[in-house]
Protein backbone atom coordinates (compact mmCIF):
# COMPACT_ATOMS: atom_id res chain seq x y z
CA UNK A 1 0.00 0.00 0.00
CA UNK A 2 1.40 3.17 -0.99
CA UNK A 3 1.34 6.62 0.77
CA UNK A 4 -1.63 8.11 -0.96
CA UNK A 5 -3.79 4.64 -0.49
CA UNK A 6 -2.85 5.06 3.50
CA UNK A 7 -3.48 8.36 4.08
CA UNK A 8 -7.05 8.04 1.56
CA UNK A 9 -8.03 5.10 3.79
CA UNK A 10 -6.92 6.97 7.03
CA UNK A 11 -8.90 9.88 6.08
CA UNK A 12 -12.10 7.54 5.27
CA UNK A 13 -12.12 5.64 8.37
CA UNK A 14 -10.90 7.82 10.93
CA UNK A 15 -11.61 11.86 9.18
CA UNK A 16 -14.86 11.44 6.88
CA UNK A 17 -16.80 11.60 9.89
CA UNK A 18 -19.11 8.87 8.95
CA UNK A 19 -19.11 6.76 12.02
CA UNK A 20 -19.71 3.39 10.37
CA UNK A 21 -16.32 3.71 9.01
CA UNK A 22 -15.21 4.80 12.49
CA UNK A 23 -16.29 2.11 14.08
CA UNK A 24 -14.67 -0.47 11.35
CA UNK A 25 -11.86 1.06 11.70
CA UNK A 26 -11.53 1.06 15.42
CA UNK A 27 -12.59 -2.68 15.52
CA UNK A 28 -10.20 -3.94 13.35
CA UNK A 29 -6.78 -1.94 14.66
CA UNK A 30 -8.34 -3.53 17.93
CA UNK A 31 -8.04 -6.71 16.82
CA UNK A 32 -4.76 -6.63 14.94
CA UNK A 33 -3.09 -5.39 17.87
CA UNK A 34 -4.69 -7.82 20.19
CA UNK A 35 -3.71 -10.95 17.69
CA UNK A 36 -0.13 -9.38 17.39
CA UNK A 37 -0.30 -9.26 21.23
CA UNK A 38 -1.64 -13.17 21.64
CA UNK A 39 1.26 -13.71 19.32
CA UNK A 40 4.04 -12.74 21.99
CA UNK A 41 2.83 -13.78 24.93
CA UNK A 42 1.53 -17.76 24.02
CA UNK A 43 -2.37 -16.12 24.63
CA UNK A 44 -1.63 -14.50 27.92
CA UNK A 45 -2.99 -11.28 26.50
CA UNK A 46 -6.35 -12.79 25.28
CA UNK A 47 -6.78 -14.10 29.24
CA UNK A 48 -6.15 -11.26 30.93
CA UNK A 49 -8.76 -8.99 28.13
CA UNK A 50 -11.47 -11.80 28.43
CA UNK A 51 -11.49 -11.18 32.21
CA UNK A 52 -11.06 -7.64 32.32
CA UNK A 53 -12.40 -6.18 28.79
CA UNK A 54 -15.55 -8.34 28.03
CA UNK A 55 -18.87 -8.07 29.88
CA UNK A 56 -19.63 -10.74 32.77
CA UNK A 57 -22.83 -12.05 32.98
CA UNK A 58 -22.08 -12.08 37.04
CA UNK A 59 -24.24 -9.06 38.17
CA UNK A 60 -21.53 -9.07 41.32
CA UNK A 61 -19.17 -8.40 38.76
CA UNK A 62 -20.74 -5.28 37.20
CA UNK A 63 -19.49 -2.43 40.02
CA UNK A 64 -15.70 -3.15 39.43
CA UNK A 65 -16.38 -3.81 35.54
CA UNK A 66 -18.95 -1.21 34.85
CA UNK A 67 -16.59 -0.09 31.77
CA UNK A 68 -16.97 -3.30 30.23
CA UNK A 69 -20.35 -2.44 28.80
CA UNK A 70 -18.50 -0.55 25.97
CA UNK A 71 -15.09 -2.55 25.68
CA UNK A 72 -16.52 -6.07 25.20
CA UNK A 73 -18.21 -4.17 22.01
CA UNK A 74 -14.61 -4.20 20.27
CA UNK A 75 -13.44 -7.34 20.84
CA UNK A 76 -14.00 -10.33 18.33
CA UNK A 77 -13.67 -13.61 19.10
CA UNK A 78 -11.74 -14.75 15.40
CA UNK A 79 -11.37 -13.60 12.01
CA UNK A 80 -14.92 -14.69 10.86
CA UNK A 81 -16.28 -12.71 13.92
CA UNK A 82 -15.67 -9.81 13.16
CA UNK A 83 -15.53 -10.11 9.29
CA UNK A 84 -19.24 -10.63 9.60
CA UNK A 85 -20.06 -7.96 11.96
CA UNK A 86 -17.88 -5.49 10.26
CA UNK A 87 -19.48 -6.44 6.95
CA UNK A 88 -22.47 -6.20 8.48
CA UNK A 89 -21.98 -2.72 9.70
CA UNK A 90 -20.82 -1.60 6.57
CA UNK A 91 -24.27 -2.51 4.52
CA UNK A 92 -26.72 -1.05 7.06
CA UNK A 93 -24.90 1.44 8.96
CA UNK A 94 -24.23 3.01 5.53
CA UNK A 95 -27.68 2.32 4.76
CA UNK A 96 -29.31 4.23 8.15
CA UNK A 97 -27.12 7.40 7.28
CA UNK A 98 -28.65 7.69 3.92
CA UNK A 99 -31.67 8.78 6.07
CA UNK A 100 -30.71 9.51 9.07
CA UNK A 101 -28.08 11.56 11.15
CA UNK A 102 -24.48 10.54 12.75
CA UNK A 103 -25.37 11.41 16.11
CA UNK A 104 -28.76 9.31 16.14
CA UNK A 105 -26.11 6.18 14.55
CA UNK A 106 -24.26 7.05 17.87
CA UNK A 107 -27.08 6.90 19.80
CA UNK A 108 -28.69 3.53 18.78
CA UNK A 109 -25.20 1.59 17.86
CA UNK A 110 -24.49 2.28 21.88
CA UNK A 111 -28.36 1.99 22.91
CA UNK A 112 -27.99 -1.09 21.07
CA UNK A 113 -24.65 -2.30 22.29
CA UNK A 114 -25.68 -1.59 26.36
CA UNK A 115 -29.14 -3.14 25.97
CA UNK A 116 -27.41 -6.26 24.13
CA UNK A 117 -25.41 -6.53 27.11
CA UNK A 118 -28.07 -6.32 29.96
CA UNK A 119 -30.69 -8.43 28.32
CA UNK A 120 -27.40 -11.13 28.26
CA UNK A 121 -27.06 -10.58 31.72
CA UNK A 122 -30.33 -10.64 33.39
CA UNK A 123 -31.75 -13.26 31.47
CA UNK A 124 -28.87 -15.44 32.26
CA UNK A 125 -29.29 -14.37 36.45
CA UNK A 126 -33.25 -14.80 36.00
CA UNK A 127 -32.98 -18.35 34.31
CA UNK A 128 -31.29 -20.48 36.17
CA UNK A 129 -31.21 -23.14 33.50
CA UNK A 130 -29.50 -21.62 31.36
CA UNK A 131 -25.61 -22.09 31.57
CA UNK A 132 -23.38 -18.68 30.08
CA UNK A 133 -20.62 -20.26 28.07
CA UNK A 134 -18.53 -17.45 28.94
CA UNK A 135 -18.35 -13.06 29.16
CA UNK A 136 -19.95 -11.12 26.57
CA UNK A 137 -18.13 -9.95 23.21
CA UNK A 138 -18.62 -8.59 19.73
CA UNK A 139 -20.42 -5.50 18.09
CA UNK A 140 -22.95 -7.88 17.35
CA UNK A 141 -25.66 -6.14 19.46
CA UNK A 142 -24.66 -2.82 18.23
CA UNK A 143 -24.93 -3.77 14.61
CA UNK A 144 -28.35 -5.86 14.77
CA UNK A 145 -29.62 -2.07 16.59
CA UNK A 146 -28.50 -0.35 13.31
CA UNK A 147 -29.76 -3.34 11.55
CA UNK A 148 -33.15 -2.95 13.06
CA UNK A 149 -33.43 0.49 13.52
CA UNK A 150 -32.98 1.36 9.75
CA UNK A 151 -35.22 -1.51 8.59
CA UNK A 152 -38.17 -0.46 10.93
CA UNK A 153 -37.77 3.04 9.28
CA UNK A 154 -37.93 1.56 5.93
CA UNK A 155 -39.44 -1.63 6.03
CA UNK A 156 -40.00 -2.50 2.19
CA UNK A 157 -36.67 -1.43 1.28
CA UNK A 158 -34.91 -4.07 -0.96
CA UNK A 159 -31.26 -5.06 -1.29
CA UNK A 160 -30.10 -7.67 -3.42
CA UNK A 161 -27.98 -11.19 -1.86
CA UNK A 162 -26.14 -13.16 -4.10
CA UNK A 163 -28.85 -16.45 -4.94
CA UNK A 164 -31.62 -14.90 -3.31
CA UNK A 165 -32.31 -11.78 -5.40
CA UNK A 166 -33.89 -8.81 -4.15
CA UNK A 167 -35.06 -9.01 -0.44
CA UNK A 168 -37.12 -6.58 1.35
CA UNK A 169 -35.54 -5.60 4.56
CA UNK A 170 -38.26 -6.68 6.91
CA UNK A 171 -38.08 -10.22 5.80
CA UNK A 172 -34.23 -10.62 6.65
CA UNK A 173 -34.99 -8.97 9.79
CA UNK A 174 -37.14 -11.64 10.36
CA UNK A 175 -35.16 -14.84 9.49
CA UNK A 176 -32.44 -13.12 11.80
CA UNK A 177 -34.46 -12.67 14.73
CA UNK A 178 -36.06 -15.86 14.44
CA UNK A 179 -32.38 -17.93 14.29
CA UNK A 180 -31.94 -15.64 17.70
CA UNK A 181 -34.71 -16.57 19.08
CA UNK A 182 -33.84 -20.54 18.00
CA UNK A 183 -30.54 -20.14 19.63
CA UNK A 184 -31.36 -19.23 23.07
CA UNK A 185 -32.51 -22.58 23.99
CA UNK A 186 -30.43 -24.40 26.50
CA UNK A 187 -28.86 -26.60 23.68
CA UNK A 188 -27.13 -23.70 22.07
CA UNK A 189 -23.33 -22.93 21.89
CA UNK A 190 -23.86 -18.85 21.74
CA UNK A 191 -27.14 -18.50 23.63
CA UNK A 192 -25.33 -14.84 25.56
CA UNK A 193 -24.96 -13.93 21.83
CA UNK A 194 -28.51 -14.36 20.86
CA UNK A 195 -29.78 -12.63 23.36
CA UNK A 196 -27.75 -9.87 22.76
CA UNK A 197 -28.74 -9.58 19.23
CA UNK A 198 -32.32 -9.57 20.44
CA UNK A 199 -31.75 -6.90 23.30
CA UNK A 200 -29.68 -4.73 20.09
CA UNK A 201 -32.76 -5.49 18.00
CA UNK A 202 -35.22 -4.25 20.67
CA UNK A 203 -33.49 -0.96 21.26
CA UNK A 204 -33.10 -0.13 17.28
CA UNK A 205 -36.86 -1.11 17.14
CA UNK A 206 -37.81 1.37 20.18
CA UNK A 207 -35.55 4.32 18.92
CA UNK A 208 -37.22 4.61 15.49
CA UNK A 209 -40.83 4.09 17.18
CA UNK A 210 -40.41 7.06 19.21
CA UNK A 211 -38.39 9.10 16.44
CA UNK A 212 -41.74 8.60 14.42
CA UNK A 213 -43.56 9.92 17.55
CA UNK A 214 -41.93 12.89 17.76
CA UNK A 215 -38.90 12.02 20.30
CA UNK A 216 -35.71 11.76 19.38
CA UNK A 217 -33.29 10.40 22.03
CA UNK A 218 -30.21 11.67 20.41
CA UNK A 219 -31.44 15.44 20.91
CA UNK A 220 -28.94 15.64 24.16
CA UNK A 221 -25.63 15.51 21.48
CA UNK A 222 -27.09 18.46 19.66
CA UNK A 223 -25.08 21.45 20.01
CA UNK A 224 -27.33 24.72 21.30
CA UNK A 225 -26.10 27.95 20.00
CA UNK A 226 -24.83 30.32 22.95
CA UNK A 227 -26.92 33.16 23.14
CA UNK A 228 -25.44 36.19 24.12
CA UNK A 229 -27.65 38.45 26.39
CA UNK A 230 -26.95 42.09 25.67
CA UNK A 231 -28.80 44.04 28.72
CA UNK A 232 -30.49 46.50 27.79
CA UNK A 233 -29.34 49.68 30.52
CA UNK A 234 -31.84 52.43 31.58
CA UNK A 235 -29.13 56.04 31.09
CA UNK A 236 -28.75 57.35 33.92
CA UNK A 237 -30.66 60.26 34.54
CA UNK A 238 -27.74 63.18 34.85
CA UNK A 239 -27.90 64.77 38.28
CA UNK A 240 -27.61 68.31 39.00
CA UNK A 241 -24.91 69.54 40.65
CA UNK A 242 -27.07 72.83 41.58
CA UNK A 243 -27.25 73.66 45.32
CA UNK A 244 -29.15 75.00 47.11
CA UNK A 245 -28.38 78.53 47.72
CA UNK A 246 -28.86 79.07 44.21
CA UNK A 247 -32.43 77.82 44.45
CA UNK A 248 -33.57 80.13 47.26
CA UNK A 249 -32.26 82.64 45.26
CA UNK A 250 -34.32 81.73 42.28
CA UNK A 251 -37.06 81.40 44.85
CA UNK A 252 -37.11 84.74 45.94
CA UNK A 253 -36.70 86.51 42.08
CA UNK A 254 -39.82 84.70 41.49
CA UNK A 255 -41.76 85.39 44.75
CA UNK A 256 -40.76 89.37 43.71
CA UNK A 257 -40.76 89.91 40.48
CA UNK A 258 -42.57 86.82 38.74
CA UNK A 259 -41.49 83.98 36.59
CA UNK A 260 -41.52 85.65 33.84
CA UNK A 261 -39.06 87.90 34.48
CA UNK A 262 -35.91 84.76 34.91
CA UNK A 263 -33.31 84.27 32.52
CA UNK A 264 -33.55 81.28 30.71
CA UNK A 265 -30.84 80.37 32.54
CA UNK A 266 -32.47 80.46 35.80
CA UNK A 267 -35.59 78.71 34.35
CA UNK A 268 -33.27 75.68 33.34
CA UNK A 269 -31.75 75.29 36.92
CA UNK A 270 -35.25 75.63 38.49
CA UNK A 271 -36.00 72.91 35.72
CA UNK A 272 -33.33 70.97 36.02
CA UNK A 273 -33.42 70.64 39.93
CA UNK A 274 -36.97 69.73 40.20
CA UNK A 275 -36.43 66.58 38.65
CA UNK A 276 -33.74 65.65 41.53
Known amino acids: MNNNSFKDLSYRLFKSGNPTMFYIGVNAIVFLVLGIANLFTEGAVDSLVTQYLAFPFDIAQWPTRFYTVVTYAFLHQNIFHILFNMLWLYWMGNLFLDFLKPRQFQVVYWGGAILGALTFALVFNLSPQLNAKGPLIGASAAVMAIFSAITTLIPNYS?????????????????YIII???????????????????????????YIKLLQ????????????????????????????????????????????????????????????????
Open 213 to 276: NGTDLSNFLVKKPKLKVVKNEVPKKKTSSVNQAEIDAILDKISKSGYENLTAKEKQTLFDASKN
Open 180 to 206: DVIGTTPSSSNIGGNLAHLGGALFGFV
Open 159 to 175: IRLILFGDVKLKYLLLV
